[in-house]
């Protein structure tokens, strides 16, 4: 099983900034970013097909960017604009083959496989 590994979390300030990795020890496919809160449910905040199509929470559309590089296996999610509310667990995770074309599915947990340990977001007011 591929394993994934996550990196980038620390503290930030409000408006700030941060970019998230997550390392493949393998090929993965249809991959996408998830996060929690202590007291939520876990959510799905962004995908990326294996056409490279993505799709965003409304929570952080237009501040979230989720990006890969294949040559590394490695995903990306470059956060902008950061509030207090996105403190969570971030987690990456893979599905077990390609997938094409995007819906609301794209964002659910049980679609996904494979998944990292996590990293911590903390953003202060």
């Known amino acids: 099983q591929v394993q994934l590994v996550e990196s980038g979390g620390g503290s930030v300030q409000a408006g700030g900034s941060l970019r998230l990795s997550c390392t493949a020890s393998?090929?993965?496919?249809?991959m996408a970013w998830f996060r929690q809160d202590q007291e939520k449910e876990r959510e799905g905040i962004a995908h990326i097909d294996s056409g490279g199509r993505t799709i965003y929470a409304d929570s952080v559309k237009d501040r979230f960017t989720i990006s890969e590089d294949n040559a590394k296996n490695t995903l990306y999610l470059q956060m902008n604009s950061l509030k207090p509310e996105d403190t969570a667990t971030y987690y990456c995770?893979?599905?077990?083959?390609?997938?094409?074309?995007?819906?609301?599915?794209?964002?659910?947990?049980?679609?996904?496989?494979?998944w990292g340990q996590g990293t911590q977001v903390t953003v202060s007011s």
């Open positions: 995770a893979a599905r077990s083959r390609p997938c094409y074309g995007l819906s609301s599915n794209s964002l659910l947990q049980s679609r996904y496989v494979n």
């Open positions: 393998g090929r993965t496919y249809c």
